[in-house]
Structures are given as structure tokens and as C-alpha cells.
């Protein structure tokens, strides 16, 4: 045995260099270390030409790697229904006496139990919605109000835009965005300062703050249904006005409310872009706070903040 690995040991040392036959002896004898050739050497079991091996060998640097193990899953669901794993499968060819193809599996994650559905063809899973139907899927789904909705697309970036409007895109859609929100330290001060000097605190809510912002943008939207007019099927709708899910609708609603109460001569204030304030001709003072669509009114004279309330009432609806 001995004499037949010493003659193969002259042709690979005459065919190979020696790096490379140590590499071929270590995987042969299942990758043992250096030392364990190196005593095969002095044995005379193995070629003792070479004595280094490569730097790296993958299979043991693969064979070495640490394992992590799975982390314990501790997500349970706590009531039937709560989570539904669904999956389409064929019959591997095998068609059912009433010739059905496939099979949908409903299985409920808390008490594993399984209801199976047989179909004939995958296009019963599905149905052709409206755009209403798709609308009222994503109100139902993420919680939200049933207010004025939009659904359309800005004609050079091709943009839907939906409830929410979490498919704008910044840049295109829309530019700057943010809420009209009076900082909670400015409120607290003014309600002291009324208190201090006696003055009179009147709230007004405005039902449709974001009705009243004008747009910068174009968007358009397709016609709601049930307003579709007739002759004009396919012809969508330009937004004059910001409507409830755009992103910039917050924005455009004070920008508005800003010019309206800048004609009447309201001045806002540095440190607080939502207070407003005006001095009178009887020395009175009124100061508007505006927090999204609240605006809290302060003033020491009555009369004066009944003609301001007058005034948002008539310009604001």
C-alpha cells in the first residue's frame, strides 16, 4: 500500500506543485488539519513534499461557520379569525368529478382550523371591482372616514393619487407639506396671559378647513360615480380646490387662511407661524391662534371679536 501511494506521490510532485497536492490530500482524507498531515508524512503514508496548505479552503471555512439559531416565535394570535393563511393549489393533474382543477385552503392561525374550496379554473378568485369598490376597500381597511376622496393622476408624471395619498411623489405630486399647528407652549402662554389680564377666550371650528386651500398643482380626477356627465364618460375632473387626502391639502389650508386673515390686518407672529395678532383703534388687542382647522380667538373687547368672528365666518367655510 505504501509503495503504490509513493509512486502516484513522484507523478503528482512531478505534475503538480506542491501547494496544490497538499490541497488534493486534504480533501481526500476529509479535510483534517495541517498536523495530521504533517504525522501521515512521517509515516511515509503520504508524499512528504509539501507541508503548506492553501490559506483558505472553502469547504472548511463553510463547514466552520457559527449557526445561529431560529429565534422563538412569540407572536400569537389571541382570538379565531384574527389572522388567515390562504393558498391556491392544483390537483397535480387530477381532475374531480364535478371538474374541479384546483383547491383554495383557508386556515385560521389560532385554532389551526382548515376549510378547503374546490374551483375549477383560478379566475374565480378574483372579481372586477368599480373604482368606488376600490375606495371604499381602502377607507375600510385602514379605518378612515368616509369624506371626499380622490382618485386621479397629474398629467406629466402619470401619478394616482387615492385616500390617503400615499402615493404622491414629492417633487411631482406635491413640493412642501406640513400642518398648521400651533406649538402646545404658545397655547399655554396665551391662556396665562388671558388670565392675567381678564381677556375673553372664543373658539371657532371651521367643518371644511381643507376645502378652502387653492391649489398650486394640477391634479385631476376621475369623475365620482353617479356624477358622471353624460356625453363626457371619458373626460376627468381639474381640482380647483385641495380636497381630503392630499398630502399638500394641509399646507394650501394655511396658505389660505393666512391671506384671509392678513386682508383684515392680522400680523403673524416670528416665533409661531399660527399666531396672529391686530391692534385696533380702541387700543384693543385680538389674537387668533390656529391649531389645524380650531383657531382659538383672545381678545379684551367683546364687540371686536364678535366683527372678527363675523368676518372668518363669512371667508371661511
Not at 380622490?150 to 393619487?161: E, P, Q, V, Y
Amino acid at each position: 500500500m505504501s509503495s503504490f501511494i509513493n509512486k502516484n506521490s513522484s507523478i503528482l510532485s512531478s505534475s503538480i506543485s506542491n501547494v496544490e497536492c497538499c490541497d488534493i490530500w486534504h480533501g481526500r482524507l476529509g479535510h483534517v488539519i495541517l498536523n495530521s498531515i504533517k504525522r501521515m508524512m512521517t509515516l511515509d503514508l503520504i508524499p512528504n513534499s509539501f507541508n503548506e496548505l492553501k490559506p483558505k479552503c472553502e469547504v472548511c471555512v463553510q463547514a466552520k461557520q457559527p449557526r445561529k439559531s431560529f429565534q422563538n416565535f412569540v407572536q400569537k394570535e389571541t382570538c379565531l379569525l384574527e389572522l388567515i393563511h390562504s393558498d391556491i393549489c392544483d390537483n397535480n393533474g387530477v381532475i374531480t368529478r364535478g371538474g374541479n382543477k384546483y383547491f383554495i385552503t383557508f386556515i385560521d392561525d389560532f385554532s389551526k382550523y382548515c376549510y378547503v374550496y374546490l374551483i375549477i379554473h383560478k379566475s374565480e378568485l378574483f372579481e372586477n371591482c368599480t373604482l368606488l369598490d376600490k375606495i371604499n376597500a381602502i377607507l375600510i381597511s385602514f379605518g378612515l372616514p368616509d369624506n371626499l376622496w380622490t382618485d386621479g393622476s397629474i398629467d406629466k408624471f402619470k401619478a394616482r393619487l387615492v385616500v390617503i395619498g400615499y402615493k404622491q411623489v414629492e417633487g411631482g405630486d406635491f413640493f412642501d407639506t406640513y400642518s398648521p399647528v400651533s406649538k402646545v407652549t404658545t397655547i399655554r402662554v396665551l391662556i396665562a396671559l388671558a388670565c392675567v389680564f381678564n381677556l375673553e377666550i372664543h373658539q371657532m371650528d371651521v367643518k371644511t378647513a381643507f376645502l378652502n386651500g387653492d391649489l398650486e398643482e394640477e391634479i385631476y380626477m376621475n369623475q365620482p360615480e353617479g356624477f358622471i356627465e353624460p356625453g363626457m364618460e371619458n373626460k376627468v375632473c381639474k381640482l380647483v380646490k385641495s380636497l381630503y387626502g392630499l398630502k399638500q391639502a394641509p399646507k394650501q389650508w394655511h396658505d389660505k387662511f393666512d391671506q384671509v386673515v392678513s386682508s383684515y390686518g392680522f400680523q403673524f407672529n416670528n416665533s409661531d407661524k399660527c399666531v396672529y395678532v391686530k391692534q385696533f383703534d380702541d387700543n384693543s388687542c385680538v389674537i387668533l391662534c390656529l391649531y389645524v382647522d380650531d383657531i382659538l380667538i383672545f381678545g379684551s373687547n367683546l364687540h371686536v371679536i364678535n366683527d372678527v368672528k363675523s368676518f372668518l365666518s363669512s371667508n371661511l367655510k
